[in-house]
Each structure stands twice: as structure tokens, then as C-alpha cells.
């Protein structure tokens, strides 16, 4: 035997499998042509990001746009830095944006599909196959360098300015030799497994990256650690393997990854693997006192997901806005196909910002009220109840109550050409529908200053006198416009602007009381709707309640 074959005997004797036999337990996918396949692949450290849900999002989206696989896999190789239940919090945020996985961690113990499985605590074996195989070839070795020896050259390379790390004269265990090995494993000493990279000092490479295209890079020089200590990988192995194994065609990650790409390619190289397509997201920017900054997962309340199912952003409403964030054409497209799927929309990386989105609350916003402002009535109805049940039980109550009531409320200005867009988010519907129930309406009424008391009182005992609340959209407002002609007020805001002496006011001013009265607002949805969705009785009863409030 060999002294390679020795040396991976030595340190691997457990190891059966070799990586043929995983190349056979996880072939290539059979998917159609151009098909991509993707994953979100997180250390379970804490709740998801909203940079997370975007790298989650684009990652779905690409692979959703070619019939490709999009998978969820775990990176728990970091103990250190788990937090309890990581993997709920990732699906919980998933869930929350219906962001669904082909494959993948279903929950903290369950998963889908064939190339599993996807937890990397669980993969051990596997990796330890594919190093036994590169210390076979004498492309990995033992390392027993202790922490004091690594901070000794650390500071002698800090010192002379040279580059940090195990390489070169400082890659002391490169030439150890079986016995020795064998000697100080028998002794109980710890080691880790390195690369013996073959790389160049003077060496380039050479990528290109789908979002920031071509980049040269120095060539990797690093006998980097494959295996820990404890015979756990290292996140740039791991990455190789899984991403290799599980067919991953495109990696798309933060671009925190991409001075580790030489080292990447190096491993795919060593390893005989095919190198996936490089995709590295620029993180999403914020404006700031005139400049531009990362959106912080400390300062910026928005940057936690929870922010957006809390307030009550609709799924949908953040579709629309990731992908506005994620592809600049996105919005052009948009306003020329104001109905169509989002997944009609044709994605592609050469599109994402190569110096980071600009995370616009007031944008999200807008385009929230455009998403929510199409939906149907009951569409509505369901999704504000499915989030008051969680977040407003006072306001879940009442649509329940009276399930009709609540959807003719939504019905107003929804479905025509030019539906109104009030509401951004559902926290915003509670102040929106407040005036429709006693329980929630403060019964302020904000009527305007050009009225005196006497005025108001006298339009809506006149008006109380004539109203009918059988009359039909289109008759409505001519009598109002009659009624305001009869008490002195022009029948149009035109025909006063020309002789403002002649008139108290215009029909304006007289539909201004009405709808103050009955609503407390100067400026609401259609007014004839309101007071056919409120009923006689109670539209009554507040202008009764007003005469007796102004007379007080
Ligand atoms: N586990 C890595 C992280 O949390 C994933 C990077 C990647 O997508 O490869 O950032």
C-alpha cells in the first residue's frame, strides 16, 4: 500500500463508502434543459432576515422560471453559533411568504427528496469519503499544529506583512509521515485535516460571476482545513460536497462569499467536481442622511421578516416588492402588464444591482396599496381576518361578527377601473374601516372651517329631510346638488370660483358635511357606498348625534 493509501487508512479506518459510491446514490437530476438548481442553504442561528428572504427569494424565483429544483439546506457545522428551534425560525419565515421548497428541511427533523439528507450535522460520513479520497491521492494531510504554534506564525506573518495562514514554510505538517502521524494519534494528539493546495503564488483565476460578471482573483494558496478537529467540515468543504452531490447548477449567496470563491474552485478542481455558476447577491443598501449603508440587522426594525408579517404586508405585496428589488426592469414590466402573474415575469440575474438594491420602505408601501387594491373583496376579507386573528383579536372579532357587513365595507371603490388604494398593509385596516363600527370610531367628526355651526346644522336637517336611501348611485348626487342650489350654495366648485360673493359654498362643501357627519372624515371611499353600507338607521342616528353635539 502506498503511503497516501496508509495515511487515509490511518485516519479514516470507519470509512467504507467511497465517493463513487455517492456519485452513484445521488445522480445527476433529470430535469429539462436550462433547468437550474438552487438552494437557501442558512446556518440555523436566529430568525431570518429580510436579506435571507431575498437571497431565498431570487434563489426560488430562478429555479421556479426553469421548471428547476430549489431546495432549503441546514449549515449547522457551527455549533457555536446555533440558536434553539433555527431551522422553525427559517421555515416559519418561509411559510410566512410562501416561499415553498421543492426539497429540503420540512421542519427541525423532517425533510423531503432524494439528496439528503439536507442537514449537514447529519453528512459527516459523506464528507469524510470525499477526504479519505484526497488523502489518498496525497491532496489532504493531518495537520496537528496546536493554537499556540498557529498564533506564533500569525504574528510573524503580521509582522513581515506577508499573507496569514498555513501555506508555504508555514505548512509544517505537509511531509509528516505515517508512523509520525500514527505516533501522536496513538498519543491523543488533536489535529485537523488541510488541503495541500497546489496552488501558485503568482497563480490567477478567473470566474465568472452571474451578477458581477467577469473577476480575477489570486489563485488559491491555502492548505485551508477541510475537517475540524472533531471530524466535522468546514464550511468551504462542505460547501464542495453538498453542493456537488445535491446538483446544485447555481450557488447564490451573499457576496461576503466571494473572496473564498479560489478556494471554492480549487476544491470542485481537487475533488473532480463539475464547478457550479457563481451568483453573489449584493446586500440590500438603505438610504441615510444622504448617503448609503447596509440595512442592519441591529438598527433597522426592517430588516427583521417579522416587521413585514406583523404589520401585515400580504405575501403578494412582498413578491412584488422583492422583485422589484431584485430585477430594475421589474417595475417598466409591471406597468405594462398591470394583471399578469408575477411568474410571467421573465427574472434573470443580469438584471440584480451589482452595487445593492435600495431597501424604500415608502416604495413597499406604494406597491403593497397598488397589490392590495386589486384583490376582490373577499380576498381581502380573508387575508385581514387570517392576520387580525394573530395580531388584532378586537378587529378579528368584528369582520367575524358579521362577515357580509365586513366584505361590503372592502367592496367599496374594488373592483372597477380605478380602485381606490388606501391600504398598504392590514394594521392599516382597522383605522380604515373605523368609522363603519361603533366599537372603533371615535366619533370625532373634522368638519371643515369655512361652515359655521349654523350652516352645517341647516344642511343636515335639510338633508335629513330628503334623503333616500333607495335611491340609486346615479340619482344620489343630484339631490345633493339640489339640495345645495336650495340652501345658497353653487351647484359646481367652478361656478363659485367665478362669483364667491354669490355663494355660502358648492355642492363640495354641502357632500363635506354629509360625509363628516356620518364618517367623521373630510376625505373617505365613495360617499353614496358608505351610507348604503351603513343603513338608514345608523346614518340617522349620527346626523341626529351631530345637530345635538354642535347645539351644545
Ligand atoms: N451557511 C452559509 C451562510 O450562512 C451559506 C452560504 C451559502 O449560501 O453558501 O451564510
Known sequence: MDSNKQMAELLFKNITKTPEDYEKLYP?????????????????????????????????????????????????????REVENGVSLIVKGFDDFGIEIDEGMLSETEEKGAYGPYTQSKRTEIYQAFVKSLVEKGL????????????????????????PGVYGEFAKYRNITVEEAEKRIKNGDEYVVRLMSPGKEDGKIKFKDGIKGEIEMPENILDVVLLKKDGTPTY???????????????VIRGDEWISSVPIHLQLFYLCGFKPPKYVHISPIMKEENGGKRKLSKRKDPEAAVSFYSEAGYPKGAVWEYLMTLANSNYEDWRIANPDADINEFKFTFSKMSKAGALFDIVKLADVSKNYISKLSAEEVYDMVTDWAEENNTRLYKLLCDDEEYAKTIFAIERGNAKPRKDIAKWSDVEDYVSYFYSELWDRKRDFADNLSNEDIIEIIEKYMDIYDENASADDWFPQVRDLAVTLGYAKAP????????????????????????VTGRRNTPDLYEILQTLGREEVMKRFNETIDELRR
Do not use: W
Open 236 to 250: 468551504h468543504f462542505a460547501h464542495a460536497v453538498d453542493d456537488h452531490l445535491m446538483r446544485t447548477t447555481h
Open 28 to 80: 445527476e437530476r433529470n430535469l429539462e434543459e436550462g433547468a437550474v438548481v438552487t438552494r437557501f442553504a442558512p446556518s440555523p442561528t436566529g430568525f431570518l432576515h429580510f436579506g435571507g428572504l431575498f437571497a431565498a427569494f431570487v434563489e426560488k424565483t430562478a429555479a421556479r422560471s426553469t421548471n428547476g429544483i430549489f431546495y432549503l439546506r441546514i449549515e449547522d457545522t457551527d455549533k457555536k
Open 494 to 517: 367652478k361656478e363659485y370660483k367665478k362669483n364667491p360673493d354669490d355663494y355660502k359654498g358648492h355642492v363640495g362643501d354641502v357632500a363635506g358635511v354629509i360625509r363628516v357627519a
Open 140 to 163: 489532504a494531510y493531518p495537520c496537528f499544529m496546536s493554537e499556540e504554534e498557529l498564533s506564533e506564525i500569525r504574528e510573524k506573518q503580521e509582522s513581515e506583512k506577508l499573507l
